[in-house]
């Protein structure tokens, strides 16, 4: 690549996005987390099935949460007893101690720093969010804050993704829409 085309590239990042952007702001992330790793290794299949559960519960609190702040944001009064943010402030709390626990191999420490990365940001926002709920001003003006650190928690989520290890942010194996309207038919064809 010519000089002159590197500097092409590098001004059009620009033009797409502005300099505002949080995607700026987000931590480097390899394209692939184990490029050249077995993921067939017993340590690498360990730290995916300890991983695993936490992994899909931080995905669960980011989206937990941007829905409390939704209704938060709609409603001209937030519940502060509901059982949904009890749950989330517990949530981050068992998912803190899981994943701290998790016995990570050398060639993951950088993928769990990376994760650990987001769920600290996760979990600076349930602190900041379940200290405010007692304070309907601070919560609506904190508000914009807190959705711009879980979008980039969430897209931190996403770049951590490793499918051989089955960290997914979503598992579409398991909500196939067509698969299932597919097996309501070919049952009702056969009787």
């Keep these: 690549m010519r000089l002159a085309q590197v500097d092409d590239f590098a001004e059009r990042g ?9 995607l700026f702001e987000l931590p480097m992330a390899p394209v692939d987390w184990i490029s050249g790793i077995g993921t067939d290794r017993d340590e690498m299949i360990r730290y995916a099935q300890e991983l695993r559960p936490c992994y899909d ?18 409603g001209g009064r937030f519940e502060t007893d509901w059982t949904a943010v009890t ?23 950088r993928h769990h720093a990376y994760l650990l990365q ?15 709920l007692r304070k309907p001003q601070s919560l609506h003006n904190r508000l914009d804050d807190w959705t711009r650190e879980l979008k980039l ?39």
């Design 57 to 74: 519960r931080l995905g669960r609190i980011i989206g937990q949460l941007a829905g409390l702040f939704i209704l938060a944001r709609l």
């Design 14 to 22: 620009l033009v797409v996005h502005k300099l505002n952007c949080e």
């Design 153 to 191: 928690a969430a897209a931190m989520l996403s770049s951590a993704a490793v499918e051989r290890l089955g960290l997914m942010p979503v598992d579409f194996s398991q909500a196939c829409c067509s698969c299932a309207g597919n097996i309501s038919q070919s049952d009702s064809s056969r009787t």
């Design 87 to 109: 749950k989330v402030v517990d949530q981050t709390l068992h998912t803190e101690t899981e994943l701290h626990a998790v016995r990570i191999p050398s060639a993951a420490r």
């Design 118 to 132: 987001a769920f600290n940001k996760t979990a600076a926002v349930t602190s900041g969010f379940d200290a405010a």
